[in-house]
């Protein structure tokens, strides 16, 4: 390694990585690949200050996948009408054996066209690239355990599936995020043009890989400028904290009965703590700290950045239009928060269009240290039908709902629009009193000036 590449590695460690605050560049791989893949480009998460140029390196675990008692099949349809009459066009299968080999057959028309074998890491990739440019892909993780090595590029019209949380589990063996929408071919992509149609459900996804005994980042789905995105009866559990799903410039998203639990542990030296309220006041960390900047489900707009110094706001994970085009119809149901360090909403205040069309209904919040809602420059949403718990403590300054006004970038004090915790801007929520009682927390109207809407 030549002297000026040992340099920026050192420096590159010295960054501690936090996703979707103000960061520097990141550093990019080219991916090894052959003619079936087809792949480009990819950001990796690992911090490196760049310049704005590409670092192109090999790396050859992407997109791969491993197990000793799994399969995964696939059912390929050509177009949509063959996909609504259940006209198969390919079907294939892995089958992964308990001595680490694995065996994979496709089949067209009920005829084998492929039988193949090999040991180890297993190309899931080749797989989900089938309908890169056209096609319907349904993919199935069986019972079973899997190795997955982050992270797995997921095009338009693609399902995947498993038998159930707990059932089929998927381990994170990198800090990427397990599946992406978009990558470095989307630089000219605005609005909702890219990736559409995209379901992952019925799986549990923990971040702790015990066939290696190290914890990861819980970051398990970035998605970006698409639409139609269905994210149901998913469980994220045993992980750094970071965003599980981060939704840049996405239209009409539903994440429903999932769970995301014991996401809230930082890097310690060479292992890892939980990130609690005693962690917190040894290391002096209050709600405005950048420590906390890690919504379970961040919901943001492709905010540009500044030409002048490389600094890239807002999902700095590829080579994005940067449009500031907002989320919109985004709808939060049913699901269970429990030991996270935030739990929905946003940190930013650069964009200029607000997130719009929010709805958070029917979800528990277990245990969140800072604030379990945060909305700077939102409009359009409602909060209703709720339940808090245990939530932040005096120390680090946290709320069940919070909606920032301005900040003051000198001091990086906050104004909230409302701080009273009988006053918050919903309705129909709940809370937990010492006597674990339910209250309601009481109704209050909306402002004008900022739209949002009591439902």
């Known amino acids: 390694m030549s002297k000026s590449k040992l340099k920026e590695f050192m420096v590159a460690l010295t960054i501690i990585s936090c996703v979707c605050i103000t ?23 690992t911090n490196a200050l760049s310049n704005n140029k590409l670092e192109l390196t090999n790396r050859g675990s992407y997109g791969k996948v491993s197990s000793t008692n799994g399969k995964i099949g696939f059912w390929l349809y050509a177009s949509a009408d063959d996909y609504k009459s259940n006209k198969v066009d390919q079907k294939g299968m892995v089958v992964f054996k308990n001595d680490g080999t694995w065996a994979y057959s496709i089949y067209k028309n009920d005829k084998n066209i492929l039988k193949t074998s090999g040991k180890g890491k297993f190309d899931l990739q080749s797989i989900l690239v089938m309908n890169k440019t056209s096609g319907y892909l349904n993919v199935k993780f069986y019972k079973g355990d899997y190795n997955v090595y982050n992270f797995y590029r997921v095009y338009s019209n693609t399902l995947i599936t498993g038998e159930g949380q707990g059932v089929s589990k998927l381990y994170k063996m990198n800090n990427s995020p397990t599946f992406i929408t978009f990558d470095d071919t989307f630089a000219k992509v605005k609005q909702y043009n890219g990736t559409k149609n995209v379901t992952i459900r019925m799986m549990t996804i923990d971040c702790y890989a015990k066939d290696v005994d190290k914890m990861y980042k819980s970051c398990v789905l970035f998605a ?43 890097t310690f030296g060479d292992s890892y703590t939980h990130m609690n309220y005693t962690y917190c006041k040894q290391n002096q960390l209050t709600e405005t700290n950048a420590a906390f900047n890690n919504e379970v489900i961040q919901i943001e707009s492709d905010v540009c950045g500044d030409s002048s110094t490389g600094v890239v706001y807002s999902c700095p994970t590829a080579r994005l239009s940067r449009d500031d085009t907002p989320s919109y119809q985004i709808y939060i149901k049913n699901n269970k928060f429990y030991r996270v360090v935030r739990a929905i909403g946003n940190h930013s205040h650069r964009s200029t269009n607000y997130q719009t069309h929010i709805l958070i209904q029917g979800n528990t919040f277990d245990t969140v240290l800072a604030d379990t809602i945060r909305f700077p420059k939102y409009k359009d949403f409602s909060i209703k039908e709720n339940y808090f718990k245990a939530i932040s403590s005096t120390y680090v300054g946290g709320q069940r709902i919070r909606i920032i006004k301005s900040v003051n970038k000198e001091n990086k004090k906050y104004t909230d629009l409302e701080q009273s915790a009988k006053k918050l801007w919903a309705s129909q929520n709940y809370y937990f009193s010492s006597s674990e009682e339910y209250k309601l927390i009481s109704s209050y109207k909306s402002s004008d000036n900022y739209k949002i809407t009591i439902q």
């Open 23 to 45: 960061v520097v560049m990141l550093n990019y791989n080219k991916l090894t690949s052959n003619a079936n893949t087809g792949l480009i480009i990819y950001a990796t998460f």
């Open 224 to 266: 970006a400028h698409g639409e139609k995105l269905l994210i149901n009866n998913v469980s994220v559990v045993n992980g750094l904290a970071s965003h599980a799903l981060q939704l840049t410039s996405m239209k009409n998203v539903t994440v429903r009965d999932c769970v995301f639990s014991k996401n809230d542990y930082v």
